[in-house]
């Protein structure tokens, strides 16, 4: 993930909090992030320094295997639509199940099945065991169409959220404050579990309180549904 594309979600996350807080934020990219916080919000005649912090599921202090394996999958696809693309075959919606590293094999199976397909018709393709592409014909003027999905990795059950996640990334993160304190007093954090993506489909009990180890407020946000504030 590059950088511009990490700060527009953290755009994304902040504005949906507001959204669900029913508060009006003016959010903005902060100066630089070595000496402040990810965003800066005004609301009403007050500003205060935001922190943006993603958290998933099966997180641990090495990481999160769940979302390693969603940003395998994104890129494979991603390399797969450039390289369908690289030629000179019509636009189409592409969605996959199951493993998707035979790079080769999907590509040409995609090719072989676009030009015996009419516009909007969509066929089944089962490659070899656990692969399975839909693909759809495009209009035209769908021209590079690219959102092309991985629906493995977006389809599951949302559980509960280890408490000790969470924990352990507010003291992580806490670790910083002393830095932004020179510029902005006020400074919260917002963690985020994203539950379009199997990683980050978790809830929380809202009666649930954390330490908040320096920061003003915590605020932690389902995305896209649900936002609760962690205070105690």
């Not at 030009?115 to 839909?134: A, D, F, G, T, W």
């Not at 977006?154 to 408490?163: P, S, T, W, Y």
């Not at 932004?180 to 809830?203: A, E, W």
């Amino acid at each position: 993930m590059t950088r511009h594309h990490q700060k527009e979600l953290e755009l994304i996350y902040a504005e949906k909090a507001a959204e669900l807080l029913n508060e009006f934020w003016e959010i903005e990219p902060s100066p630089n992030e070595t000496s402040w916080p990810d965003l800066l919000v005004k609301i009403e005649s007050e500003t205060f320094g935001l922190e943006v912090r993603e958290i998933y599921l099966d997180e641990s202090r090495k990481g999160s295997t769940k979302k390693a394996y969603e940003k395998m999958n994104l890129k494979n696809i991603q390399k797969l639509a450039d390289a369908y693309y690289n030629t000179n075959y019509p636009p189409i919606k592409v969605d996959l199940l199951g493993n998707i590293e035979a790079h080769d094999k999907l590509l040409n199976a995609i090719i072989s099945e676009v030009s015996q397909l009419k516009k909007l018709e969509q066929r089944r393709i089962e490659l070899y065991s656990n692969c399975v592409i839909y693909l759809r014909r495009l209009p035209n003027n769908m021209n590079k169409y690219k959102r092309w999905n991985h629906i493995s990795d977006k389809v599951g059950l949302v559980r509960n959220i280890d408490e000790d996640i969470i924990k352990r990334v507010i003291l992580k993160k806490s670790k910083k404050l002393s830095k932004y304190s020179k510029n902005i007093s006020d400074v919260r954090l917002l963690l985020v579990s994203n539950r379009i993506f199997n990683s980050g489909k978790t809830q929380l009990n809202s009666e649930i309180t954390f330490d908040r180890c320096g920061f003003n407020t915590i605020y932690y946000l389902s995305y896209p549904e649900t936002v609760w504030k962690l205070n105690n």
